[in-house]
């Protein structure tokens, strides 16, 4: 009994020491180079492509959504081969959108500045200018790839709200489509020092019964520098590869 007592108390300060060891998250900070990484010991396989898990939590589609949806040919299933897939990312080089843009398996990095925060992916270099000087989101914004977004502070978490996304992306590697009444929230989170969380939610009355909602975790990488990734046309050399072009 004492052995297993004994055993007990070191593992718990084992674990207190691994805690104590986090460094705290700083007050409105999240810059830094950010890369994913799912909490241990969960299985959540499906963030490569997609919000929700498809066989247990799909998203809640309008008729409209639903017919979109059976319209599209993603890859990433296996289902399509990259000449039969219509993927505008893959048969295209169309930029991602938001908040597909999540799903390329590259870091991103942000930078605050005194009224904008800079959200910078690897992937293609696409910049997000999120404006943090007060300003409204617009009445009629255009439709841009990757929106128009505000952001504002709440206590330490960063809220950024996006609109005015062009309807030619999809919001996720399944091919789920979204109208121009997308409005995409997200809320950064620094759980500490080295941890973030990122929750996201996606409304669209035309495409979306109701709210689809998920969350995604990332570590700090402070020792890296984004690279260069770019479409650049691979993709397309891809599919003409399958159809035996040269």
Same mark, same amino acid.
């Given at each position: 009994m004492r052995l297993l007592s004994g055993i007990v108390v070191a593992l718990a300060l084992a674990s207190?020491?691994?805690v104590a060891q986090q460094p705290p998250a700083p007050s409105r900070d999240i810059s830094?180079?950010?890369?994913?990484?799912?909490? #241990?010991?969960?299985?959540?396989?499906?963030?490569n492509f997609t919000f929700t898990d #498809? /066989?247990?939590?799909p998203p809640a589609l309008t008729p409209w959504?639903?017919?979109?949806?059976?319209?599209?040919?993603?890859?990433n299933g296996g289902t399509y081969r990259l000449d039969e897939t219509n993927d505008p990312v893959l048969t295209k080089c169309y930029p991602p959108g938001v908040p597909r843009v999540y799903f390329h398996p590259y870091p991103f990095e942000i930078l605050h500045t005194p009224k904008q925060t800079l959200l910078i992916y690897e992937y293609d270099h696409f910049l997000r200018?999120?404006?943090t000087d007060g300003? /409204?989101?617009p009445?009629? #914004?255009?439709?841009?790839?990757m929106g128009t977004s505000v952001g504002r502070w709440e206590g330490n978490d960063l809220v950024v709200e996006t609109i005015g996304l062009d309807t030619r992306t999809w919001l996720d590697r399944l091919g789920h489509a979204h109208s121009d009444k997308l409005k995409v929230t997200e809320r950064f989170r620094r759980i500490d020092g080295t941890h973030m969380?990122?929750?996201?939610t996606m409304d669209d009355p035309i495409a979306l019964a109701k709210p689809w909602k998920t969350t995604f975790y990332y570590e700090l990488r402070p020792q890296w520098e984004l690279g260069e990734i770019s479409c650049a046309g691979d993709y397309l050399d891809w599919t003409k590869k399958e159809k035996g072009e040269k």
């Open positions: 207190s020491v691994l830094g180079v950010w890369f994913m990484r799912n909490p #241990p010991g969960t299985n959540r396989a499906w963030t #498809p /066989k247990t939590d959504g639903e017919a979109r949806f059976k319209e599209a040919k993603d890859s200018r999120v404006h300003r /409204k989101l009445e009629d #914004p255009d439709l841009l790839w969380q990122l929750d996201i």
